[in-house]
Each structure stands twice: as C-alpha cells, then as structure tokens.
C-alpha cells in the first residue's frame, strides 16, 4: 500500500463516493431549503442555520455566535442515502465543524410513516474514527417530523458509545408556527453531552 494511504482514508473515500452518487442520483429531485436565526438565553448565543435537503439528502451548517456577534464558530453535516426498496437506503454522512474531529460514517436508514407524521430511524456500526481505533463506533438515530395545519414538529435523537466508553445522548426538537410568506416562528429545544441540561433557543424560519 502506498505510504500515507490508510485504512481510514479508504473507509472515507469509499463513503464520500457513495454520498456524492447519492446526492447525483437526487440532481433532479424535489428539493427543500431553509434558513433560521434563533437565540438561546440560557447560553446568551446565536445560530444561523441553513439547511437543505430532499426525500435521500441532507445538509446544514449552522453559524454560531456570542453576545458580540462573532459567528466563527460553526458546525455542519451532509448526509445522503441511496434507495435499495421497501423503504431502505444505504449511504452515509460526512461532519465537521469548530473543535471537533472531521467525521465520515456509514449509514443504514429505514424511512417510515404513521398517520401523517413520518420518520427515518439510522443505524451505523462503524466510522472514519473507528477504524482508525480498529473498535467499532455504534451509532443510532431516530427522526420524527410532522404537523397539522399551520403548527409543525421535528426532532432528532442520537444514541453514541462513546471513546470513553459511555454511552452518549443527544438530541433536538423543534416547534414551528406558520405566520404566511413562508415565514415561521420556532421554539428548538435541544440537550447534547457536553450541556448541564436541556437549552431551548427561539427565534424565526425562512423557506427559500
């Protein structure tokens, strides 16, 4: 093998080809984007977060800053699955932002509805990280999204093992009002490892 080639490079390579021929796949599809400014005053700190995605994608970045409005700091995600039926698809997801380490991980996920409100529940054994460490890196998701009239609710939930093998939980949920124009009013409601308790932000949601 090539000196500088690893293990981890390949892992890595081999997931942003599958997201990239995902996402390619998507070219043509229906798509959705947004963007939302809130304020947390628990944390005295602000997010910018675009967004955007369609029925096998999903991308974001959110911009934060403090009470002086720097906004260096930023986290974002792009994640993309391709259908293989019955509501199955087999893809990955690529992380990066301030602080932490750049992170590719494979992904199964498994869309599904009920009544009017759908979710997609994401499985991963394995990460850029975990094969450098030669330990598996568990991974699962849960995303629930749905509404009624003009109210509407997402949420997301994590469970993650961690390095120091704890078991780790994070999650969001966010409420969204309608107020016409493609405008809405949200309260996001959001608690990660790392936070002493649940923070909540509000603010507004443009759709582009």
């Not at 967004?51 to 970045?61: A, K, P, Q, V």
């Not at 260096?72 to 993309?80: I, L, R």
């Not at 698809?89 to 991980?105: H, K, N, S």
């Not at 016409?180 to 409601?189: E, H, L, P, Y």
């Amino acid at each position: 093998m090539k000196k500088g080639v690893t293990m981890k490079t390949i892992y890595a390579i081999g997931i942003a080809a599958a997201l990239t021929a995902a996402a390619a796949r998507e070219a043509l599809a229906d798509v959705w984007q947004q963007i939302s400014g809130t304020y947390n005053p628990k944390t005295e700190t602000s997010e910018v977060r675009i967004e955007r995605g369609s029925d096998n994608t999903y991308g974001f970045i959110s911009l934060y800053g403090d009470t002086q409005g720097d906004g260096e700091t930023y986290f974002g995600k792009v994640c993309a699955t391709a259908p293989v039926g019955h509501g199955i698809g087999l893809g990955g997801e690529a992380t990066t932002g301030t602080g932490v380490d750049d992170l590719v991980r494979g992904m199964a996920t498994k869309n599904f509805s009920v009544g009017p409100a759908g979710g997609q529940v994401q499985v991963s054994p394995a990460s850029t990280e975990s094969v450098q460490s030669g330990k598996l890196d568990p991974h699962a998701g849960l995303v629930l999204y749905g509404g009624k009239g003009r109210v509407g609710l997402n949420a997301w939930g994590n469970v993650d093992d961690a390095a120091d093998g704890d078991i780790d939980y994070s999650g969001e949920v966010t409420g969204c009002i309608d107020l016409g124009k493609g405008i809405s009013g949200i309260v996001r409601v959001d608690g990660y490892p790392w936070q002493e308790g649940p923070s909540y932000a509000v603010g507004v949601q443009l759709k582009l």
